[in-house]
Each structure stands twice: as structure tokens, then as C-alpha cells.
């Protein structure tokens, strides 16, 4: 039952890990530097922290990106 259990949550990390390297691709990022992906994702995390109305913009920005609202 363990095996199975860590064999389930590998996958997820996998599933999920491939879905966030999708969005890479999405924003048009994909030939960029790594350390320039991870400094700006790091960047941005940072900013979030203490900023609701750069959220909401980016919220909106994604949003239509991928086509509907709710995401």
C-alpha cells in the first residue's frame, strides 16, 4: 500500500511539474535562460507577497492568456 502511495504522489509532482514547464512554453519563455526564469519567478514571488492590485493584474493577464476567467 505504501509503494502505491509514493508511486501516486510521484506521478502527481510529475503531472504537475510538466504543467508548470507548459506554462514556460505558454508565455512564450522557452529559449530563455533558466537562471533568468528561476531570478524572475523569484522576483515575482517576492512581489506578490505585499502587492494585491499586481495580482489581480496578473490574475487577469493569465486569465486571458488562457482564454476564460476562472483560472
Not at 514547464?21 to 505585499?50: C, H, M, N, P, T
Request: proline letters at 1%; hydrophobic letters at 35%.
Amino acid at each position: 500500500m505504501a509503494r502505491t502511495t509514493t508511486s501516486d504522489a510521484r506521478k502527481k509532482d510529475t503531472r504537475e511539474k510538466i504543467e508548470l514547464g507548459g506554462l514556460i512554453v505558454k508565455a512564450g519563455l522557452r529559449y530563455e535562460k533558466r537562471a533568468l526564469l528561476l531570478g524572475a519567478l523569484i522576483d515575482l514571488s517576492q512581489r506578490l507577497k505585499s502587492n494585491d492590485p499586481e495580482r489581480s493584474r496578473l490574475m487577469a493577464i493569465g486569465a486571458e492568456a488562457f482564454g476564460n476567467s476562472d483560472e
